[in-house]
């Protein structure tokens, strides 16, 4: 029988190829005889991950968990599982779970905060979003991510700064900025109109105000 490290090896080769189910006979079968492998399970979810088994990768992860809590990568895994069963309250709760063992990763710090804008906290998802792309600067997606939460809070300058900046980064975002880009400066233009429309109506009171004194 071959050593454990090479059926592991092997798992890892044929989910690299997308040979997933195949990964998942391999590991299923091994970890009948070593169910103390977090190698194992986490591979394992991983493969069930990807292949689209959300709810059978949650409970892989989990079992991982069961042997080493403050393993980063079984946290992030699930939490991503669960955001593709909508679970997001719960999703938020892993991500922070991985964020504590490894505050630096800016792809977690990212899901929070798309996290927390399916749950309409758009605060705490900027903030989330700030916090990765403080972390990595040409992060395309988190200011693209960023931008969005602005528009939504009605903060429409930083909406069009991240946005375009996104776009720098990465052109094929444009189509999808383009739209709500375009509502934010023209409420920018409006803003401005306004003011200066408020400025000549100050301007025009107070010479009216000058000719009545004199």
Request: one cysteine or more.
């Amino acid at each position: 029988m071959p050593a454990p490290e090479d059926i592991i090896t092997k798992a890892v080769r044929l989910i690299k190829q997308g040979l997933y189910e195949d990964a998942i006979r391999l590991l299923r079968a091994y970890l009948k005889d070593h169910p103390e492998s977090l190698e194992g399970w986490y591979n394992l979810g991983v493969a069930l991950l990807e292949a689209g088994n959300e709810e059978e990768a949650i409970r892989a992860f989990d079992e991982g968990l069961a042997i080493d809590n403050q393993i980063f990568e079984l946290w992030f895994n699930k939490a991503t599982a669960l955001y593709y069963l909508a679970d997001f309250k719960e999703a938020e709760k892993c991500y922070k779970h991985a964020l504590e063992i490894n505050p630096n990763d800016a792809e977690a710090w990212n899901n929070l905060g798309n996290c927390y804008s399916r749950l309409a906290e758009g605060k705490k998802a900027i903030e989330a979003y700030t916090r990765a792309v403080a972390l990595r600067p040409d992060y395309a997606e988190a200011l693209y991510n960023k931008a969005n939460a602005h528009f939504i809070e009605g903060e429409h300058e930083k909406a069009v700064a991240y946005g375009e900046l996104a776009v720098q980064l990465n052109p094929e975002l444009e189509g999808l900025l383009r739209e709500w880009v375009d509502i934010a400066r023209r409420h920018l233009k409006a803003q401005e109109e306004d003011r200066q429309y408020r400025e000549k109506k100050k301007d025009s009171r107070l010479l009216e105000e000058e000719k009545d004194n004199q």
